[in-house]
């Protein structure tokens, strides 16, 4: 046995040389047998070029972004005049998602009677009235898309 036969494994003799393959030099190959052509490697760049452009990575950083999502919740909150209530609101994303309340189609701003909360996007209402009874939405807005959710409020009771 000579060569790679000698070695345990299948092969020519060692003094017979394969077509193209030079004297005194080892192939390499892509560690499943054989040599990658010129057309295969080719074909690879331009499949990864097209992942790329698809994917909108660039060479030095991978850009991410997931758009919002709203945990579910109450879709209809009852609440008595005067009492303390709070619409939850827990979006999730990548960059995190900026939240906005909205009351009957209005953008609600923060005043004495409402708390907006930054960190869990609820919305907390002291000392409510039947005026604040209606169509309550959460929009969860971030880069990659915008989520909603609705919550309808009612509010029983004399008006304060």
């Known amino acids: 046995m000579r060569g790679r036969e000698a070695r345990g494994g299948k092969g020519r003799e060692s003094g017979k040389q394969k077509k193209g393959e030079r004297k005194g030099r080892e192939e390499k190959g892509n560690g499943m047998g054989g040599q990658i052509s010129r057309a295969t490697l080719r074909l690879w760049v331009m499949m990864i070029d097209d992942v790329i452009n698809r994917v909108g990575v660039s060479v030095n950083t991978i850009a991410c972004?997931?758009?919002?999502?709203?945990?579910?919740?109450?879709?209809?909150?009852?609440?008595t005049a005067g009492s303390r209530v709070a619409l939850t609101c827990r979006a999730d994303g990548l960059p995190k998602p900026r939240i906005t309340w909205l009351k009957d189609g209005a953008e609600l701003s923060a005043n004495g009677a409402r708390t907006l909360q930054r960190g869990g996007g609820s919305l907390q209402l002291t000392r409510v009235n039947v005026s604040d009874g209606g169509l309550y939405e959460c929009i969860a807005t971030n880069e990659a898309g915008t989520a909603q959710r609705r919550i309808v409020l009612t509010v029983q009771g004399t008006a304060l």
């Open 65 to 79: 972004a997931a758009p919002p999502t709203i945990q579910d919740g109450d879709a209809e909150v009852a609440a």
